[in-house]
Structure formats: structure tokens, C-alpha cells
T-cell receptor
């Protein structure tokens, strides 16, 4: 079955710096890759996603890149702000006839003011 | 749009008691997912329904857990009997086949079993 690995598990950056979180997946049939942000005590919220027919997608300060050959995708946050501090999860669709998502283990991002 | 609604938001119960968690998906969504989140195990998919039919329950930990979806706007996750190791945050999420895979989470139910 699909397996998603996420790195790093924790990331600390200075305000204004960039942050990059990387994920790899195993199922070549996966074609949808979302990223969720979860603040402490809150629900995971979808912040950006990419489908396999696109290599890069950007939304203001966040961007996601996808390399299907290498089976990895990354989240890039530029000009980080303290409110970006949260746990970020990547996920990949499981492929096949279902619409399950397989989630990574999460990255705790701390933006130091 | 009210989003995914879950109740209760917090539940404290004693070991051995029955617990029922409830979820109302976003109107028009036809897939519903139950997840469990703990520090040790992260976000785990327990079961998922499509058009009210259970599609994949391979994540249900054991027979003490059961889930139902009697109609398109309501689902329950039941634990009977509950155990301390069931303490976690339980999330419900929903999605639409028209927006394939985009899942939206409810606020979660924090369950504590003493």
C-alpha cells in the first residue's frame, strides 16, 4: 500500500526566512498531494494542493513542487511569520478505486520572532 | 456553509463505558472519513464511507470500534467498551467526488477515557 514519509519532524526558522518541508511517496498511481496546517488544538486545514499533471503551484507565500519521477513533493513557505508556526502534514492519494489520503507524520514548524 | 460538524467536542468517560461520536458532513459531500490522532501514532484513518457505504475499515483497531452512516448527512463512531488507550482526538472529514480527494475536517472530539 501507499506509504508517505515526511521530513524533517521539527523545523525552527527565524521570522522572514524560508521553510521547506519534504515528502516522499511510494505508490506511482498517486495523483493528488495536499498539504494541511494544524494549529495547536485545532483541526487540520487544507492550505494548498497539487495534482499530478502540474509540477508547481503557488499561492502567495506558499508553494508546492512535485517530482513524479522521483516520487517526492515539497512545501515551500517564504517570508515566514510567527503565525505560520504549526504542524504541517503532507498527504498522497492512495490510488486505485478509492479516494483515501495517506498522511505523513507531520512537521512541527516554529517561526522565531 | 457550516462545514463538517462534530459532537460532542469533548467527552470524558470511565473505562468500560460506551462512547458515541457524531458527525455531520458538508452538505453535498458523499465521502466521509473517521480519523484518530494521537501524539504517538499521528493521524490514522479508521474507516471511510462513500455514498453511505463503508469502503475501507482496515484501520478500525478492533471489534470494540464500529461506525455507521445511516444517511448522507449523519455518521456515528461507537466504542464499546472504551479503554484508556482509546483516549485521542477523533476527527471526521468529508469530501466530494466532484472535487476528488479534497477533504475538509471537522473540529474534532477530544475523548478522554479514565
Amino acid at each position: 500500500g501507499e506509504n508517505v514519509e515526511q521530513h524533517p519532524s521539527t523545523l525552527s526558522v527565524q521570522e522572514g526566512d524560508s521553510a521547506v518541508i519534504k515528502c516522499t511517496y511510494s505508490d506511482s498511481a498517486s495523483n493528488y498531494f495536499p498539504w494541511y496546517k494544524q494549529e495547536l488544538g485545532k483541526r487540520p486545514q487544507l492550505i494548498i494542493d497539487i495534482r499530478s499533471n502540474v509540477g508547481e503551484k503557488k499561492d502567495q507565500r506558499i508553494a508546492v513542487t512535485l517530482n513524479k519521477t522521483a516520487k517526492h513533493f515539497s512545501l515551500h513557505i517564504t517570508e515566514t511569520q510567527p503565525e505560520d508556526s504549526a504542524v504541517y502534514f503532507c498527504a498522497a492519494s492512495s490510488g486505485g478505486a478509492t479516494n483515501k489520503l495517506i498522511f505523513g507524520t507531520g512537521t512541527l514548524l516554529a517561526v522565531q520572532p | 456553509d457550516a462545514g463538517v460538524i462534530q459532537s460532542p467536542r469533548h467527552e470524558v468517560t470511565e473505562m468500560g463505558q460506551e462512547v458515541t461520536l457524531r458527525c455531520k458532513p458538508i452538505s453535498g459531500h458523499n465521502s466521509l472519513f473517521w480519523y484518530r490522532q494521537t501524539m504517538m501514532r499521528g493521524l490514522e484513518l479508521l474507516i471511510y464511507f462513500n455514498n453511505n457505504v463503508p469502503i475501507d475499515d482496515s484501520g478500525m483497531p478492533e471489534d470494540r470500534f464500529s461506525a455507521k452512516m445511516p444517511n448522507a448527512s449523519f455518521s456515528t463512531l461507537k466504542i464499546q467498551p472504551s479503554e484508556p488507550r482509546d483516549s485521542a482526538v477523533y476527527f471526521c472529514a468529508s469530501s466530494s467526488d466532484g472535487l476528488l480527494y479534497e477533504q475538509y475536517f471537522g473540529p474534532g472530539t477530544r475523548l478522554t477515557v479514565t
